[in-house]
């Protein structure tokens, strides 16, 4: 193979790898967000927690990684609830601007709490053997790691395209999105769906915090640090979208990792480029609604 | 035309109302004598803290570039997360003239910083300011992260993270030399945002500022009136802009120093912050939030940035929650508040406890369970374990944070629900 032709299939494999990361993160944020128009800054600070749950698991109690994932993402959504019930709730009528407050409020918090519990060292989280090394797929071999992000995305993909076109609930979210005042009149509890997605969302991105330790390393940080680029891939996207977030991630993944490569010092330029000029032309995102 | 008319008792009392209306408008932006309470304040400052000065110079920059979010924010109703974008142009606009071209004559140093951060803003601003909501709110942090970035690709030019460092600046007037106190600096800075505040404060009482209003209020009945909307908010975003750049420049010069971090989305954040937390859309607001702000930052982060960045967090959900039109709106409710006791202090008082009450509490006890429970699994690490040495058996910790946290939050929502449900019978009484 040629060299060109290695370059690229490195730059699309890590850039589908990191493109999993976004979209299992990012996913919650674009369907609450969409239902509702609720700014939820504190999203990051939820994908961080759910790292810190995932260290403490597997450091601290001795819980195997992928177990620990799972748990992180059951417990982190519980929480979100009670924050959700007690606190977004009392906001849904509210500017975009006392939203943005609250949330990053919460997220300061968050940050401050975590940072005095776990200190602002960078964490790592031991991975069980499979995960480390290299997978071989015939004409390269590739970090088993992100094989497995990569796997663990298609089959979330999977699941929530399932969940979202074919089942009732879905059907629900889908109208909610589409008009939440004619949702509402047919008798859709538009209050609990909130609260169902709500949690989903943030079960997601408690994993997809998770997952992240071993590509980025965990800070308390985390928590406003890739917050701009979930809101970046929910922007172009389109709010609400399952569709329109996947591919906003994958955009972002793949063109951000190529950047990187080829301009390691333009930084984030590109993203924030492609943001602009998309939001530019169609600012509603790829599949967003008026 | 009314003369013809008879006069009837309801168009007497027409013209009373119409008269107090024009009154109100005639006498609104007249100089009222509270207003002189800040500069006043500022004034005595540097007679009293004399060797606090630097520090009072911040503050005061600070002032200028949260003025100058409240303008667009307050007023015109423009949520932006990017603002730092304009007080970053017009650092480094200051710093560049001076380093590349040799212009160190800080008046007209500031002007050009300001004269170009103006432009950039009416043009980024005619851009973006078709949109509202998220897409406004990304673009604006977009376009502040692309100026960051794109300075530190030609670090060769901005000094990058690094800045740029020993900027020299021509003496005032050619007259009045920076001194290390910066005392010279505080008089200048304290005289540049007097002409900005007289400047904003004008433009606030104007027909454009009322135009302004309205479409912060209502816009799509701006446009069924024929207001040019778009062109009001171009217009407002370059004075915006200006300002903003007009304090980066003051902040180039004060600290002869520049660092990339000014375009940090951490600085457009903590300007709304100030912003807010002073009160959005009243002038004064900046001048209580950035001083509120800076010298409990001063105060609170040297002690430990950990607590501090707490105590933000805490700040602003307790704002959103309780206080929404900042300080000086919680301040006139206060005042409200006080004012409605004194009427209705001759209806008796009476605590009402309501079935649903008992319902709250639970509610409450179950939410602190839950804080209490994850701070007893958090608590597992080896520093807050020494805290709490005296429980180093897991489940018994986790029990007994889960009571603790239901019963303090539980205890804590009691005490509110008595204080709101007596306020509840006093406004049915009034």
Redesign the interface.
Known sequence: MSHFAIIAVSILFDGLAYAMFLFITSVGLSVTMGLMGFVNLAHGAFAMAGGYVVVSLTRSYGIDFVPSLLIAGVVIGLISIRFERRLYRQLYKATDLEQVLLTIGLAFMAIAAFTYFYGPIPKSVPLPDWLQGDVNLGFRSFPSYRAFLIAVGAVLIAVLWYAFEKTNVGAKIRAAVDNRRMAESVGINVDLLFTLTFALGSALAAMGGGLAIQLFGLTPSFAVLYLVLFLIVVAVGGMGSLKGTLLAALAIGIIDTAGKYAFPVAGNLFIYAITAIVLLIKPTGFFGRE | MSDNKPQTPATQAGNEARLRAMDYLVRRHYFRWAEALPWLIAIALFFILPNRMTFGGQVLIMIMFALSLDLI?GYAGI?T?GHAAFFGIGAYTVALASMLAGWSEPISGLIAGGLVAGLVGAIAGW??L??R???L???T???A??LQ??G??RSDITGGYDGLPGLMFDPLFGHFQYDLYGHTNYWYVLGVLAIIFYFVRRITYSPFGQALTGIRENVRRMHAIGSPVHRRLVTVYAISAAIAGIAGGLFTQTNAYVTLTVFD?DSS?KV??ML?LGGTGRLYGPFLGAAVYMILEDYLAKLSP??W??G??????L???FA?RGLLGLAEDIRGYFGRKARASSTPRRLVWKPEHWKALA?SA??GG?IGF?AG?????K??ALMLSFVTDLPTRAILFTLGGAVIAAAINAIYLLLTSRTAVEEQAS
């Open positions: 924010l949520v997360l851009f973006i078709r949109y909501g998220l897409t709110l990304m673009l942090i977009a376009f992260a692309m970035e794109s530190n690709l989305f954040a709304m912050v807010i950990t607590f960045q707490l933000i967090g805490l700040l602003l959900v704002v959103v929650l929404r509610i179950l939410d839950i994850v699994f958090a608590t597992n690490m520093q807050a």
